[in-house]
């Protein structure tokens, strides 16, 4: 017979299970133990206990990608929460409704979830659910390519960790700071973020961030051009997603090697890739990242000539950008969609996007972003004969490579630079910039391969 307390007993043990079979990815017992929880809680009729075992059924859930099942148990564990006048409950519900909306892309419903969690924490004095919360809208701004709004929020959540050495807190933190760091271009501190969250992750047993964590280390390598080191990384943090069952983490990992295919110039592998992976995020249910793997798969058709074909998946990711309220994607989406008015030779269409584009990537801070369409804006106003400024903006672009350390965006932009001074009659000046370009370019061949060839083409 189930006694009064059994399910609060069940509660106390499933609280201590939950890291173990979540860590080592047993998605599937964990989710039998809390609804076995969840039975006898319901037999017990306690709209408390009932609210928080549903409260942890939809977090499993989420963890293991089931958005939709995640949803179901949340919404009515957040009205048995208030039912109870549970904040605590009503707090971790909002929060984790957040997370799903995050994972959806629908990242304005998921900042109101935040917001709407923090206020009930900070009320109640939940120092760890505060920590979670600024972290999370420290994620939102990040996402949507508000990033120096998610370093505030970041640094906050991690001096709440630090200050309690809550470790599983800190290390969130501090690899989402890395992110952050990756994003605007400042490669080294996301670097010495990324290896200290990495070490964290590992000390407490935490798989699926050690996996999350090894993607993005893979990113820094990648975007330094240091590709088979880029591929290494990426292939440990699949291994780990694969061995979890995790959709999201694999998703994240096969776009990231069909990255790196792409790189290289192999783009029926970096077609198979990106495939592999808009499918995994249509069936997640993220519109954001789904939106990106339209980015890359037109980039695809683009390179192949096949222009008309990537305009409209360009025009379809912006369209979905724009629902979810995702800023710095929707600055690259119409970055690629004026660089497709600039291969048909439309320099005015190009101009007007990719003049939103920069508008975007300064609002964002997005550095790379920026550097990238002041290039392409370069490129367009020499199509139309404005030499003078494409100087200036080609120039601009340039010192952000060189800041950036992108050393091949710095011999492509040279490269073009050289063209231009062409163009204007300047032949010492072209000889100059293109013999630096040249000698960059065979600088990154021969650290990184062939493959570094692309930055050139």
Same mark, same amino acid.
């Given at each position: 017979a189930v006694t009064k307390h059994a399910p609060e007993q069940l509660v106390a043990y499933l609280q201590a299970l939950e890291p173990f079979l979540r860590w080592s990815g047993r998605w599937a017992? #964990?989710?039998?133990?809390? *609804?076995?929880?969840?039975?006898?809680?319901? #037999?017990?009729?306690?709209?408390?206990?009932?609210? %928080?075992?549903l409260n942890d059924v939809g977090y499993i859930y989420w963890l293991w990608g089931r958005n939709a099942q995640a949803l179901d148990s949340l919404r009515p564990a957040l009205d048995l929460c208030r039912q109870a006048g549970d904040g605590w409950g009503e707090g971790r519900a909002l929060n984790r409704?957040?997370?799903?909306? !995050?994972?959806?892309?629908? #990242?304005? /419903?998921?900042?109101?979830?935040?917001? *709407?969690?923090?206020?009930? !924490?900070? *009320?109640?004095?939940? !120092? *760890?659910?505060?920590g979670f919360c600024l972290h999370n809208i420290g994620l939102?701004?990040?996402?949507?390519?508000?990033?120096?709004?998610?370093?505030?929020?970041?640094?906050?959540?991690?001096?709440?960790?630090?200050?309690?050495?809550?470790?599983?807190?800190?290390?969130l933190c501090t690899s989402n700071l890395g992110r952050v760091y990756r994003a605007m271009g400042r490669y080294r501190e996301a670097l010495q973020f990324m290896q200290e969250g990495l070490a964290l992750a590992q000390e407490i047993g935490d798989r699926t961030?050690?996996?999350?964590?090894?993607?993005?280390?893979?990113?820094?390598? %990648?975007?330094?051009?240091?590709?088979p080191r880029a591929l290494e990384l990426y292939q440990q943090s699949l291994e780990i997603h694969q061995e979890l069952g995790s959709p999201v983490g694999q998703a994240y990992a096969i776009a990231d090697m069909g990255e790196v295919f792409f790189l290289r110039g192999d783009y029926d592998r970096a077609h198979g890739c990106y495939q592999q992976s808009l499918e995994l995020w249509q069936e997640v249910g993220d519109r954001r990242r789904e939106a990106s793997l339209l980015d890359s798969l037109g980039c695809i058709h683009r390179v192949r000539g096949e222009n008309e074909q990537a305009m409209v998946l360009f025009e379809r990711s912006l369209s979905l950008r724009r629902e979810v309220g995702d800023r710095a994607g929707e600055g690259r989406a119409l970055n690629q969609i004026g660089t497709g008015y600039l291969t048909l030779g439309r320099f005015g269409e190009a101009l007007d996007c990719f003049r939103h584009a920069l508008e975007i990537a300064r609002e964002t801070g997005a550095r790379p972003g920026e550097g990238a369409v002041l290039n392409n804006i370069g490129l367009a106003l020499a199509g139309q004969g404005e030499f003078l400024q494409a100087l200036a903006h080609l120039e601009h672009s340039l010192s952000f490579a060189q800041d950036l350390g992108e050393?091949?965006? /710095?011999?492509?932009?040279?490269?073009?630079?050289?063209?231009?001074?062409?163009?204007?009659?300047?032949p010492e000046k072209a000889r100059v910039a293109l013999e630096r370009a040249a000698a960059i370019r065979e600088e990154v061949i021969c650290a990184y391969g062939d493959g570094a060839r692309r930055w050139f083409e």
């Open positions: 017992d #964990l989710v039998a133990w809390t *609804e076995y929880a969840l039975e006898h809680a319901s #037999l017990a009729c306690e709209p408390q206990t009932r609210g %928080r075992l409704i957040g997370l799903v909306y !995050r994972t959806e892309g629908r #990242l304005p /419903e998921a900042m109101v979830h935040f917001q *709407e969690s923090l206020t009930i !924490r900070q *009320e109640i004095g939940d !120092r *760890e659910g505060i939102v701004h990040r996402l949507a390519g508000r990033y120096l709004e998610a370093l505030d929020f970041l640094q906050r959540g991690l001096e709440v960790f630090e200050k309690d050495q809550h470790v599983e807190g800190k290390s961030e050690e996996g999350e964590t090894l993607d993005t280390l893979g990113d820094v390598y %990648r975007f330094w051009g240091d590709y050393k091949g965006e /710095e011999g492509m932009v040279g490269h073009n630079l050289g063209n231009l001074y062409r163009h204007m009659e300047q």
